[in-house]
């Protein structure tokens, strides 16, 4: 499948943000609480928290309420990458002996200049997730931290989309990042979030800053995010909330996040991502003197708050249970295709395929369509209602140096084109592509409504290249 790891640019953006304990001043805004809505932030202050029940976090993972757990006790870096499902610059990523002072381990994580793990955990509403951080006493300007993803179509890497504003039924991202405000504060700044949402009133995301206490690098902290989706498509009920050791630093409410309840909260990036932007951004003085160094320990993503590690286990040491990535269960997450309902190979001609023809450039010199930029294209050879499970697959070869490929699909609903982007592809190499059916979107940027409900009957293939530029494609199928 091919899709481009991207981690866009941090830009501040004052608008849309509030302050914690200020009073609303723009959207999204405070809500009255009551029985049946949402929790308050009063009542959050009180919470107890799953931690409580289980001393030193001995146990946590059996807690039903419980979605991800890692300590990092268990098996090499290469070993924590392979459960969790994707891991970038492993070569940057150690384990240590750097403990906090309530860990029940003898382990943590350290991260030297750039590095991420990402999972996903079963959908749900709502997410909270605590870690144990420390920054290295010389530590920089942080470009990118820690997010939270709700992703409708979820892959094993993270998709990245800065600049882009996501459509509302099918993603929203926070991030619990620090910031140093413009240089206010030396680094890594104070602690706000960095929000991604259909709503958002700039395309760079929106920053919301909770209670700005200036972060002690050299020292442990138990950082807790929750992210709390709106309980309706109509509904802005949502929010995101952070806590500090345990005490409440930031709430915002009055989120639209999406606009189907079939978009759920389902990934976790730890991420540690940094550039010489944020330097520059705050002014740093003496950026070549910074030891660009994290440690994590104790991660529990659940749906009900956390709280910090208590007391000690029974045991003496634990070492949990690890989790594993929820894309290693299939159809956990999304559904599957069950079978192929349309395919065709070439090797009896081109089938009901228009504006190419059909050459001997496949594997074992096997039959394939090549076409020019103009396109290729198919109608009324199948139809097939789009569902989540609704996938197609195909295989590209560029000759040449064809560019901008795109899927184009004609939707009667829309009265429209849904297009889907292909991302570069090396030329003179074959390339497997796969997407879900509701991924193909109306407009040129592909960010309008999707095919989701229509019926897929039609298929078009089209590039920007030269006179002589050519696709090649084989082992086209629509599975559902």
């Not at 091919?2 to 509030?18: E, H, I, K, P």
């Amino acid at each position: 499948m091919q899709r481009q790891w991207f981690v866009g640019w941090l830009v501040f953006v004052a608008m849309g943000s509030l302050a914690f304990g200020s009073p609303a001043v723009a959207q999204p805004h405070a809500v009255q609480s009551a029985a049946s809505a949402p929790p308050s932030r009063q009542t959050a202050a009180q919470w107890k928290g799953l931690a409580a029940q289980y001393p030193g976090d001995e146990g946590i993972e059996r807690d039903p309420r419980v979605l991800f757990v890692e300590d990092f006790e268990t098996g090499s870096v290469a070993e924590i990458g392979r459960r969790w499902g994707n891991i970038r610059l492993p070569e940057n990523i150690s384990l240590s002996d750097e403990l906090h002072a309530a860990s029940p381990g003898v382990r943590s994580l350290r991260i030297r200049d750039n590095g991420h793990l990402f999972t996903h955990t079963r959908g749900v509403d709502t997410m909270f997730a605590r870690f144990y951080v420390k920054f290295h006493e010389q530590i920089g300007y942080i470009h990118h931290f820690v997010h939270l993803v709700a992703d409708r179509t979820p892959e094993p890497w993270p998709k990245g989309g800065a600049g882009e504003t996501p459509p509302g039924d099918a993603k929203f991202s926070t991030g619990i990042e620090p910031t140093g405000v413009w240089g206010k504060y030396p680094p890594p700044g104070i602690w706000n979030f960095y929000t991604y949402w259909h709503e958002m009133k700039t395309k760079w995301g929106t920053v919301f800053t909770g209670k700005e206490e200036p972060i002690e690098p050299g020292r442990w902290y138990c950082v807790e995010v929750m992210l709390r989706a709106n309980s309706a498509p109509e509904k802005a009920d949502g929010i995101q909330a952070f806590w500090v050791d345990g005490e409440l630093k930031g709430w915002f409410d009055g989120f639209r996040w999406r606009t189907t309840d079939k978009l759920k909260i389902n990934s976790f990036w730890l991420l540690f991502y940094n550039t010489d932007q944020p330097a520059r951004h705050n002014k740093d003085p003496h950026p070549e003197t910074r030891q660009m160094e994290v440690w994590f320990d104790d991660i529990v993503l659940a749906t009900e708050y956390i709280g910090p590690v208590q007391g000690r286990p029974a045991s003496g040491k634990k070492r949990a249970t690890p989790s594993q990535s929820a894309l290693m269960t299939p159809g956990l997450l999304i559904a599957e295709p069950t079978g192929v309902v349309f395919s065709e190979k070439f090797e009896q001609g081109p089938g009901k395929f228009e504006g190419g023809e059909v050459v001997e450039d496949g594997a074992g010199g096997s039959k394939v369509y090549a076409f020019p930029a103009r396109g290729a294209w198919i109608w009324n050879a199948f139809s097939q209602p789009v569902s989540e499970a609704t996938t197609i697959r195909f295989k590209l070869k560029p000759l040449g140096q064809p560019r901008d490929i795109q899927v184009l699909i004609w939707s009667g609903k829309h009265s429209d084109n849904c297009r889907y982007h292909i991302g570069p592809l090396e030329p003179g190499k074959w390339h497997a592509i796969e997407f879900r059916a509701i991924e193909a979107r109306v407009g040129w940027g592909a960010r309008g409504p999707s095919l989701e409900g229509d019926v897929l009957d039609n298929f078009k293939l089209v590039f920007a290249g030269g006179e002589d530029d050519r696709l090649l494609l084989d082992e086209f199928e629509i599975g559902q």
